[in-house]
Each structure stands twice: as structure tokens, then as C-alpha cells.
């Protein structure tokens, strides 16, 4: 099963490929949060790496995201 449409001009790898996330965790926690303290639950890291993860899984709406 390919992953990609390009996939004669990227090697895709066989295993997967491995995600630094904390690094990536460290850079989404870099912008400043809008939002108000009402209602605040999650930091915005939180909240941007996991829509990130779940658009890598494939998820397109927010349904998608929010399940």
C-alpha cells in the first residue's frame, strides 16, 4: 500500500519513520495563546500537536479530529 502519489520520485520507507515529538512539542509552544482563560482546558501545544498527529493519521474534518 503507497502512502504517497509521488512515490517514484520519494523512497518511502517500509517501517515508518520516526517523529521527534519533542522537539515539535517545543516548537509549538513557542506562539503565544489567544485564547481567554474561560474555558481554557489544554495548553495550545497540547491541543496543535495533536490536530498535527491526527491530520498525519489521515483525518480531514473536525469530527475526525475531534474523536
Not at 44 to 65: K, N, S, T, W, Y
Amino acid at each position: 500500500m503507497e502512502c504517497t502519489t509521488i512515490a517514484e520520485r520519494l523512497p518511502v520507507p517500509r517501517r515508518g519513520c520516526a517523529l521527534d515529538l519533542g522537539g515539535l512539542y517545543a516548537a509549538l509552544e513557542e506562539p503565544v495563546d489567544w485564547r481567554r482563560a474561560r474555558g481554557k482546558r489544554y495548553p495550545l501545544a497540547l491541543v496543535l500537536l495533536l490536530v498535527i498527529l491526527v491530520r498525519l493519521r489521515g483525518q480531514d474534518d473536525a469530527f475526525g479530529i475531534v474523536q
